[in-house]
């Protein structure tokens, strides 16, 4: 694994109402790799209100990052929460600037329809989001699969392809396929290999 000052770094950004099972999961997975997930609050307020009430805290507010890059920034789904993220200029621009510098983007669910497709992110390259959300995007091409890379766009389905979308994105930034598939046999997540070809 990793060194510490050598672990990738991934913002994960969350608005009130975000899908809590999805932005978990993605935490999760992350972290048993050894990858730094820094919760961001696309808010004025730590504390946010999950999909189903729940009140989490996040570690920090993305006002507060500045120019501060990361390896990949990750939106989970989620109606109100993706909706959130998508009316947020302050969203928009990170997510934009992360774009521009070749960071792995990573919308989950309604995201990348909302984020990304609703602000002319996707730049005419695949994704996939859930249910019919793309029938209302103009600049990219919806491809029905899982998941779906397309450069450094890693789009997911949905809550219950989450783990997927999570070994990938985790493999993506390490490149080490022997762990990855080491903690996805660890957890008995059988479904996903890291030679696997999608």
Not at 29 to 49: D, G, N, P, W, Y
Request: proline content about 2%; aromatic content about 8%.
């Amino acid at each position: 694994m990793v060194k510490d000052n050598a672990k990738k770094q991934v913002a994960l950004l969350l608005a009130d109402g975000f899908e809590e099972g999805e932005a978990v999961i993605v935490l999760d997975i992350l972290e048993r790799l050894e990858i730094q997930v820094t919760t961001l609050a696309c808010q004025k307020s730590l504390t946010l209100r999950t999909y189903h009430g729940i009140q989490m805290q996040a570690n920090e507010l993305l006002s507060a990052q500045g120019d501060r890059l990361f390896d990949a920034v990750v939106m989970p789904g989620g109606p109100e929460g993706s909706v959130a993220l998508a009316a947020s200029k302050e969203v928009v621009e990170f997510v934009r600037r992360h774009d521009e510098a070749g960071k792995l983007i990573c919308p989950l669910c309604s995201a990348a329809a909302r984020v990304l497709g609703g602000n002319g992110l996707l730049k005419g390259r695949r994704y996939v989001c859930s249910g019919d959300l793309y029938k209302d995007v103009k600049d990219g091409v919806y491809v029905n699969q899982s998941f779906v890379e397309d450069g450094n766009l890693l789009s997911g389905k949905g809550l219950g392809l989450a783990f997927d979308f999570a070994f990938q994105l985790a493999y993506r930034l390490t490149g080490d396929a022997e762990t990855t598939n080491f903690q996805a046999d660890h957890i008995d997540y059988h479904h996903w290999r890291a030679d696997q070809k999608f």
